[in-house]
């Protein structure tokens, strides 16, 4: 499985940005997909996840009500729609699939990583 990760940048606090991550390769063994981040000096964490036919999600209560993911399974691509951008939401992003339910995906349990795209919120 590949995964290509896009759309990061630099954006001062209150924007927007949209990650996008398409899978590619032998994605059938995949349950789910998701987003991680990893800030300097930080362990990598979960900011939401989807199952692989979208019907399950499950986001970081520090990014609930502000952070959309979605997937299209036509083009096996999932999205991260992120608004009300703060500082602290900068990190390095990771998309990851892996042949796990959506609320065991852990950093242990996925299978393939992304590259990651950096993310920077300007105070």
């Known amino acids: 499985v590949q995964l290509q990760a896009s759309g990061g940048g630099l954006v001062q606090a209150g924007g927007s940005l949209r990650l996008s991550c398409a899978a590619s390769g032998r994605t059938f063994g995949s349950l789910a997909m998701g987003w991680f981040r990893q800030a300097p000096g930080n362990e990598r964490e979960l900011v939401a996840a989807i199952s692989w036919y979208g019907g399950n999600i499950r986001y970081a209560d520090s990014v609930k009500g502000r952070f959309t993911i979605s997937k299209d399974n036509a083009k096996n691509t999932v999205y991260l729609q992120m608004n009300s951008l703060k500082p602290e939401d900068t990190a390095v992003y990771y998309c990851?699939?892996?042949?796990?339910?959506?609320?065991?995906?852990?950093?242990?349990?996925?299978?393939?990583w992304g590259q990651g795209t950096q993310v920077t919120v300007s105070s």
């Open positions: 990851a699939t892996g042949a796990t339910m959506v609320a065991s995906l852990t950093p242990r349990r996925v299978d393939y």
